[in-house]
């Protein structure tokens, strides 16, 4: 059995997506190895973030305990129901409320069952499906390079207006190489252009999850038929599902310099923390730093987390100017597993600037590791780092990740919390009542991610310039919706790792 810490928000049963981080080995995805067992993988993505994601890296500081074996003979429902019991009982950060005596009996497969015993924090708003039964196999193969099968884009929703949209679309894959880009409106589906279904039907009829229903289960080789709409012209084109790697970074606008009326600004569009970010932030904060930018955008509008070695990478590269003594962030496990609990410091890598203001950009989609990032920012920039665009999703808990090899089992156990230097990180509710400064803004999918004219970079380059803006209501927020006019990315009932982690992404 292993165990990998991690960072990931969590899809509701209902049209709201998953978010995860992940910590295995200090990758906590947020995922963390506990001893030989737990690793950190931050995936913050809330879930992961504390969720999703499992990369194994060093244990964490100090004593190194291994999960307490159960056993188990073999991968029944019931054997693997009581397995996952017995590490809740174990890791849980809430033991509290877990039910005494719970019997699986009544639960047809070991999801529901998790969902029961999680079923208290989910209702007090700590827990909310951030606890999951996920593959190991799946989430290595994300974690370490992005691999996922699918066509390729990201997809957000207007329920009231009947629209499917594409919010992006990732370079390599055959969305993309079908000419199906930011913008483009999915107006029909179908495995046929006779049996094309339009949007606005299966929205009124079946919801959202209809859509997901008809898009197919993601599987090398899937076709389907779509009619589009762009500034093209409305046309049919077939897709089929193929592996792709997904780059973290977009080789077309994920890291540049936009000039603002003479002013150069660096900007980071960071679609997830998983491993293969680490060159690409590198180079990006080199260019940054040899033409002596000072103040940054960064891009999480639809991060749902990652590996928590990767978000105390991206803090490292904005942190020229940090103490050795300077706490990037605390990570916090209940009390009888203190022994787990961890400081990180920053540590400034040779890319490193020392930004005087960072305008973070951010929706509904973003959690988890994306939240540590901002979260960790403020207690040292104080009103000179803000938050553009919308409220966030709110998940300042990790999990673990314990595995149960012989049934590809990974169990995303929420184990533990964490706090900026000045221990905030009660922001279940969203970063918009953390941050000291915000800007309301939309995400305006007429323009490319990057553009200068698109509505959350440029209320992001308001804010670096000192130009006056809105500011982001704190008000509860429990879904992950972009928060933007009535859109809202779209995520099956059962998420991928990639879903949760890419909120939207099929």
């Known amino acids: 059995m292993t165990a990998n810490l991690a960072f990931i928000p969590r899809v509701t049963r209902s049209h709201v997506f998953v978010r995860c981080l992940n910590i295995l080995g200090k990758e906590l995805t947020m995922r963390k190895p506990v001893a030989a067992v737990l690793s950190l993988a931050m995936t913050l993505s809330a879930c992961g973030g504390g969720g999703s994601g499992s990369v194994v890296t060093p244990p964490p500081v100090g004593a190194t305990p291994t999960p307490t074996p159960t056993a188990i003979a073999g991968c029944s429902l019931r054997e693997r129901q009581d397995w996952a019991a017995a590490q809740l009982n174990e890791w849980y950060l809430f033991p509290e409320t877990l039910p ?235 009390p009888e597993k203190s022994a787990e609990n961890d400081t990180r410091f920053f ?63 990974r169990l995303r156990v929420i184990a533990f919390a964490t706090q900026n230097s000045a221990h905030q990180g009660n922001y279940f509710s969203g970063l918009a009542g953390t941050v000291e400064a915000s800007c309301r803004a939309g995400d305006d999918i007429s323009y490319p991610l990057g553009d200068s004219r698109e509505a959350s970079t440029k209320a992001a380059l308001d804010f670096l310039a000192g130009r006056s803006c809105t500011a982001i209501a704190s008000s509860g927020q429990t879904t992950l919706a972009l928060r933007t006019s009535a859109n809202e990315l779209l995520t099956p009932e059962r998420p991928t790792t990639i879903q949760r982690e890419v909120p939207g992404a099929f």
Do not use: W
Request: one cysteine or more; charged letters at 15%; aromatic letters at 8%.
């Open 100 to 334: 005494t005596g719970l019997s699986p009996a009544a639960y047809g497969n070991v999801d529901d069952y998790i969902d029961a015993l999680t079923a208290t924090a989910r209702a007090q708003g700590r827990d909310r499906y951030f606890t999951y039964l996920t593959s190991i196999a799946e989430e290595n193969a994300y974690y370490s390079s992005g691999s996922s099968a699918g066509f390729g884009f990201r997809l957000a929703y207007d329920l009231a207006g009947g629209h499917v949209f594409v919010a992006e679309a990732f370079e390599g894959t055959p969305a993309l190489n079908a000419g199906i880009d930011r913008g483009t409106q999915i107006v029909a589906i179908g495995t046929s252009v006779a049996n094309l279904r339009t949007v606005s039907a299966i929205l009124a009829s079946e919801g959202p999850a209809g859509v997901s229903a008809a898009l197919g289960n993601p599987a090398v080789g899937t076709t389907r038929v779509l009619r589009i709409s762009d500034t093209a012209g409305t046309r049919d084109v077939t897709v089929a599902m193929a592996d792709y790697e997904l780059k973290p970074v977009s080789s077309r606008y994920g890291a540049k310099i936009l000039d603002d009326g003479g002013r150069k600004v660096g900007y980071i569009n960071l679609r997830t923390f998983i491993s293969t970010a680490d060159p690409a932030l590198r180079a990006a904060f080199a260019q940054f730093k040899a033409a002596g930018i000072t103040q940054v955008i960064i891009d999480l509008r639809y991060n749902g987390g990652g590996l928590v070695s990767i978000a105390q990478l991206m803090g490292d590269l904005m942190g020229a100017n940090r103490a050795a003594t300077d706490v990037f962030d605390y990570m916090v496990f209940r």
């Open 347 to 409: 540590q400034p890598k040779a890319e490193s600037i020392a930004p005087t203001r960072i305008a973070f950009i951010g929706t509904g989609g973003t959690a988890s590791a994306s939240e540590l990032v901002i979260n960790a920012f403020i207690p040292y920039l104080h009103a000179n780092a803000a938050l553009i665009g919308t409220n966030t999703y709110g998940k300042p808990v990790g999990q673990i990740a314990v595995d149960k090899a012989a049934c590809d089992d």
